[in-house]
């Protein structure tokens, strides 16, 4: 795979897929190997997908120093790999807690994005989550399923802050809890240390980020499936406005794991930013498997 060398000297790997424009994936977890995301549904058939493992992931190495997993330090971490591209913009497509990294970047780097798709994200960097009555309310809609008895006295436990076995809410993550969702679930490891340290204190300034934002021009696209238990799905009606030419989108499908069930769509927010563009098939947005417990999500 090949690599390039961040701004602290630490060697980074990314993984190139696909053909046509390029563009810059960068997965959740917080810190979850980048292979989770497999091909995105077949989106390598539109993109040339460049999915970089951030450090302490997948093919990149650790850094010398822990701090720098914090999101906001890994924010420099994007801009060499878009100088080592030569591009002098990327289009950027963030998964789950990634989209706190990919939003930090482009309220550093606004000049340098050309556009950007959410999917199903964290909102930790412009200070937004989900409530824990919030994902209870998505939750119900998959009333039916053979698993939900379990898995919603599970989440009651939780969001109500008393113990119960987090696994038991893992199906509420898929968009259908069978095979193909268990072997994602069992997947590819996440850094727990990185984890811990990438949402840590420091990382993050709503009110800074928001205001940098508006100076953000490329089209931005919040994606999301109609039981996406992510901030994305109850929340995107209040978010603030943090660009020029943002769009919601929630489709109708339940939200999934990028690719693991379902494809996504050809990731370009289209030029008046109102969305994607589509594929043969309609798209059910994914939701994350890795934002944390249900009452709040990490990163």
Known sequence: MPTFSAFDGTVLSFRVTGQGDPLVV??????????????LGGLPAHRRLVTLDLRGTGNSAAPADPATYRCDHQVADVEALRLHLG??????????????????????HPESVGSLVLVTPSL??????????????????????PWYP???EALELLVGGSPADFALVTPFFHGRYDAAARAAVEGPARNAEAARIFGSD????????????????APVLLSAGSTTSTACRPRCGSSPRCSRRPTASCSRGPGTIPGSTTPVRSSRPSRRGRRLSPTRRRSRAPTSPGTGRPGRSTG
């Open 150 to 152: 379990e898995a919603i």
């Open 26 to 39: 960068l997965p959740g977890g917080p810190m979850q190997d980048a292979a989770y995301l497999g091909d």
């Open 202 to 217: 420091g990382a993050y300034d709503p009110a800074a980020t928001r205001a940098a934002l508006g100076a953000l021009a």
């Open 87 to 108: 591009l002098d913009r990327i289009d950027l497509l963030a998964h789950s807690a990634g989209a706190n990294l990919a939003v930090l970047y482009a309220a550093a």
């Open 124 to 145: 930790f960097a412009v200070g937004l989550d989900a409530t824990g009555e919030d994902r209870l309310a998505v939750a119900r809609l998959r009333a039916g399923e």
